[in-house]
């Protein structure tokens, strides 16, 4: 998917309109019906407030990425990022153990 596809999609997950965006980003809303079309593309400072504005990652906007990240989640995972190693350490240990739970529960609930 695009950068203009998911910026359409996001928009409108959110309940958005182009004005709404516009504001918020400090443009008007044709520019944001530019970058939705795909016949202009934002600079990476503009990408990355839309990535704000949103709530999502720009490496979701940008397709690098297909997890839609949320704002609280990044933050989560900044956070764990400023732990010292041992502390990451237990955290990873603690999130592999439940998602090896969750997926064993899936495979048993087939």
Known sequence: MSFAERLLEVRKKRGMS???VAKKL???SPAIGRYERGVAKPTIEVAAKLSDILGVSLDYLVGKTDSELDALTL???QDVDTL????????YSLIDAFLNNTK???ILNR
Do not use: H, L, M, W
Request: no cysteine; charged share 45%; hydrophobic share 15%.
């Open 75 to 77: 933050k989560r995972i």
């Open 84 to 91: 010292s190693d041992e502390d990451k350490k237990t955290v």
């Open 104 to 106: 064993f529960q899936n």
């Open 26 to 28: 400090g443009t008007q």
């Open 18 to 20: 182009q004005e709404d």
